[in-house]
């Protein structure tokens, strides 16, 4: 039985989907300066702080932080502008006008220099930081630097380790928002990303690139030592233990090593006595499929080698 979503109409497939896709609608504490959403209260006003003592709803400045939050809560408190769309509400005209647009689509500011374009003048700005390589905002930690203060407060939870956004499901956290909507999926078992070629669908666009190779027979990542190439990452640092003789994967049960998880696999088998491999004609079982296929040969009166 498909469930759908009040706010926005998608259709879930049950209705544990529908509540955690409901949690993401939850987050009702948008940033209007870099436009990150925040689920609580005190994560938000902590946010804002970050972006200088200063109020951008009303432009009053403040000599502490700490002054600073409770003047936010004020205007929190004062919210008579209300979404029609999505119930949320606001203190000034202005913003829930903002607001609208994420649900209208529209995106009038645009970049001059590659036509991108924004539905607030804000990220405009800070999207031609990347034109310009303009980075006024310095990590004091390390050595980088950052073309909004957004990025800046982003980046610098990688040395706190702060993670602000938690799952309303299962209480993981992630430093990102972005990365907190991709997990929800695996609750939600939303699939957005659709090949164009075959149909299928994935829950990250990233795997849906990972796919297209598959169509296209695009090897993008080449062994420096040798002339192989490989679509996946992965698949070309697993082949890169056939040159360095690296073997990280240990069987428990004899110690003995492993270059490859799936010659693990198949070694394990020794241990547990599993024999999944079946022959059709006599029954016989293997417990690896290459000596199957050579038992099979014998049935058919072919050499086996």
């Not at 400045?61 to 209300?82: C, G, M, V």
């Amino acid at each position: 039985m498909e469930f759908s979503c009040v706010i926005c109409g998608e259709s879930l497939p049950g209705e544990s989907a529908l509540t955690a896709h409901l949690a993401i609608h939850a987050m009702e504490f948008p940033c209007l300066i870099c436009g990150e959403n925040f689920s609580d209260e005190s994560t938000f006003t902590a946010h804002l702080s970050a972006h200088g003592n200063i109020c951008e709803p009303c432009g009053e400045s403040f000599a502490e932080k700490e002054d600073l939050e409770e003047h936010i809560k004020s205007h929190l408190q004062r919210t008579p502008y209300h979404c029609g769309v999505c119930g949320k509400s606001f203190s000034n005209y202005n913003f829930l006008k903002t607001h609208m647009s994420f649900h209208s689509g529209e995106t009038p500011f645009h970049c001059s220099v590659c036509g991108k374009a924004f539905s607030k003048e804000e990220n405009l700005k800070t999207h031609v930081g990347i034109h310009t390589g303009q980075t006024p905002f310095p990590c004091e930690v390390c050595d980088k630097s950052f073309s909004s203060n957004a990025d800046l407060v982003r980046h610098m939870r990688t040395h706190t380790g702060e993670t602000p956004f938690q799952c309303v499901v299962c209480s993981k956290s992630f430093s990102r928002n972005s990365d907190l909507k991709r997990h929800m999926r695996t609750h939600t078992g939303e699939t957005p990303f659709q090949c164009q070629v075959c149909g299928k669908s994935f829950s990250q666009n990233s795997t849906l690139k990972n796919h297209i190779r598959i169509h296209t027979g695009e090897t993008p990542f080449h062994c420096q030592l040798c002339e192989k190439s490989f679509s996946l990452n992965h698949l070309l640092k697993s082949h890169m233990r056939s040159h360095t003789g690296e073997t990280p994967f240990q069987c428990h049960v004899c110690r003995k090593l492993f270059s490859q998880s799936s010659n693990l696999k198949r070694h394990m088998k020794t241990h547990t006595g599993e024999t999944p491999f079946q022959c059709k004609v006599c029954d016989k079982c293997f417990s690896q499929s290459s000596n199957l296929k050579k038992h099979v040969k014998r049935h058919l009166g072919m050499s086996p080698y």
